[in-house]
């Protein structure tokens, strides 16, 4: 998914709620954790929580980034794919 794709389902799951814009919505990931590492690869996730106050209640709409990267010859990371996906949402 793109992050455009999963901003749609963010809209979707906050019903009538107001939105926060697209342009803060990948600014401030709650946790980075990389999953995978290699001599050659890094798997690296970017996780995110976004908050929605509605009856009282706290709800958070919970996606992750996951970036792949791949190792140069001295050890730079080189992006080489990102992909977007929701997480379990729930309330």
Known sequence: MTAQ????QYRS?????EA???????QHPFANVD????ERSLVNRLFY???SFR???LRCFVFFAENEF???AQ???YLAKSSYHPGKLAG
């Open 5 to 8: 794709e999963v901003y749609q």
């Open 13 to 17: 799951w906050l019903g009538d709620g």
């Open 20 to 26: 926060v814009a697209f342009s803060d919505f990948l």
């Open 35 to 38: 999953t995978f590492e290699d």
């Open 49 to 51: 929580l976004v908050p």
């Open 55 to 57: 009856g009282g209640s």
């Open 70 to 72: 791949y190792k140069g």
């Open 75 to 77: 050890g730079d990371l």
